[in-house]
């Protein structure tokens, strides 16, 4: 199999927008009728973000592995050790590659909320953040599914995509994530913090081999009680 350089993606809003019931069920509305005001809001919400074009994007860099220790919670690339814990390392378990991913869904989530909370607009803010959140997942899901078909031709199999803060993997470790990717077109960053920019950005890796598995999220385990995987998998 051959080393690939970054490989980018570009999406509209409207390829990767969450539904009304992807946004209700998220921030726990899932059960109200068409006339509550909260459908009239993301209606709204909706309609100002569907001219956003091409600056939601995202893609992946594959890297080999040269050793996974499953019981130290440690993965080997090139000269950086990941230490993304046991749980995490088991899951990755059969890994010869690794897909180290990025996506964003650009500055206008972070734009639109900020101005939503100047005015005291406090619910559309959240609904807005809520449905960047389910944006980049969503955007995530089809750069997955682009990585799945690429590998078909080698018979390589993907696990799912864990993300630091995913698992108890440490959020700091970003900073080598971001490092093993070098430098990406998509422009995202990270601080000294290890928070990225744009805000509405997720990042992680997937493991490539013969013989992994893609097993369900781990929830039960995770102390990450804010994490979106959380959230999706018990609406």
Not at 14 to 38: A, M, N, R
Not at 61 to 66: G, M, N, S
Not at 94 to 108: K, P
Not at 134 to 147: C, F, H, P, S
């Amino acid at each position: 199999m051959s080393i690939t350089s970054f490989q980018s993606y570009n999406f509209r809003f409207q390829e990767v927008s969450p539904s009304k019931k992807e946004i209700l069920d998220f921030i726990g509305s899932g059960d109200v009728d068409e006339f509550y005001p909260t459908n009239q809001i993301i209606d709204d919400i909706l309609k100002l973000l569907s001219d956003y074009d091409n600056q939601i994007k995202g893609g992946y860099v594959i890297k080999e592995v040269k050793e996974l220790l499953i019981k130290e919670g440690k993965i080997l690339i090139e000269d950086v050790v990941l230490d993304v814990g046991v749980q995490l390392a088991s899951y990755l378990k059969g890994s010869s590659y690794v897909a180290l991913f990025l996506c964003t869904a650009g500055e206008a989530f972070t734009t639109l909320s900020k101005d939503y909370n100047n005015k005291g607009d406090y619910l559309e803010a959240y609904i807005v953040d809520s449905i960047g959140s389910l944006t980049v997942e969503n955007a995530m899901d089809k750069i997955q599914d682009q990585l799945k078909q690429a590998l078909t031709g080698d018979n390589l199999g993907i696990t799912n995509r864990y993300s630091p803060g995913y698992c108890n993997w440490n959020l700091i470790e970003q900073h080598d994530l971001f490092k093993l990717i070098g430098n990406n077109p998509i422009g995202m960053s990270l601080s000294n913090s290890a928070l990225m920019n744009p805000i509405k950005s997720v990042s992680g890796i997937i493991g490539i081999g013969l013989h992994v598995k893609k097993r369900d999220y781990g929830c039960t385990i995770c102390n990450n009680r804010t994490c979106i995987y959380r959230k999706i998998l018990n609406k």
